[in-house]
């Protein structure tokens, strides 16, 4: 069963850069789309971006021009950038597994929460 | 912007049948958007429950059923459990480029 578990800073300050990874476990990172989805707290999901093991990538427009997500299939992890940051983009961030550009987020990680502060 | 809009909440009886809807704002839903639903309680991430439309995951229960509905995607569950209550999102594919969640369902079993 896969398993995926995010890990990076829980703290960020404002104009900085938010550095996340996903660790994937039992099973590659090869094949398969690999996403990024936060969730503000009690608010709703976003979707981010994902991966493809190959290392082509779709962006939220709302996003793209501060998002880079990137993938390191040696160490079976894919990871996540944001810059440029502020306090909206607090939220519980959450990797996922999916098998298409349309099915992204089948299998999630427990997700990690990153705090925008100074 | 594209804005998906889910009921923001609803109450089932224990035992009754609901439908959650899922609507775009730019038309009606077909299957070449691949709706999703997920289920998520509190403190916990989303599970999905369902893929391309009608595709159930292997661990989701039966009683779990997805459809297109009147131009919106439609996630109905019959026979309603206690610990069905959560948030339900659907999530909406807009070709290429893409991807976009409703606000969520808050579901009540009362």
């Known amino acids: 069963q896969v398993q995926l578990q995010e890990s990076g800073p829980g703290l960020v300050k404002p104009s900085e850069t938010l550095s996340l990874t996903c660790t994937v476990s039992?099973?590659?990172?090869?094949?398969?789309?690999w996403s990024w989805i936060r969730q503000p707290p009690g608010r709703e999901l976003e979707w981010i971006g994902y991966?493809?093991?190959?290392?082509?990538?779709n962006y939220n427009p709302s996003l793209k021009s501060r998002v880079t997500i990137s993938v390191d299939t040696s160490r079976n992890q894919f990871s996540l950038k944001l810059n440029s940051v502020t306090a909206a983009d607090t939220a519980i961030y959450y990797c996922?597994?999916?098998?298409?550009?349309?099915?992204?987020?089948?299998?999630w990680g427990q997700g990690t929460l990153v705090t925008v502060s100074s | 912007q594209t804005v998906v809009t889910q009921e923001p909440s609803l109450t089932v009886s224990p035992g009754g049948t609901v439908t959650l809807t899922c609507a775009s704002s730019?038309?009606?839903?077909?299957?070449?958007?691949?709706p999703n639903w997920f289920q998520q309680r509190p403190g916990q991430a989303p599970r999905p429950l369902i893929y391309?439309?009608?595709k159930k995951h292997s661990w989701a229960p039966a009683r779990f059923s997805g459809s297109l509905l009147g131009g919106k995607a439609a996630l109905t569950l019959s026979g309603v459990q206690p610990e069905d209550e959560a948030d339900y999102y659907c999530?909406?594919?807009?070709?290429?480029?893409?991807?976009?969640f409703g606000k969520g369902t808050k579901l009540t079993v009362l």
């Open positions: 996922a597994r999916g098998y298409s550009g349309s099915r992204v987020a089948d299998y």
């Open positions: 039992g099973g590659s990172i090869n094949d398969y789309y």
């Open positions: 991966i493809h093991y190959s290392g082509s990538t």
């Open positions: 730019t038309g009606a839903v077909t299957s070449d958007y691949y």
């Open positions: 391309s439309t009608n």
């Open positions: 999530l909406l594919y807009y070709g290429g480029a893409q991807l976009v």
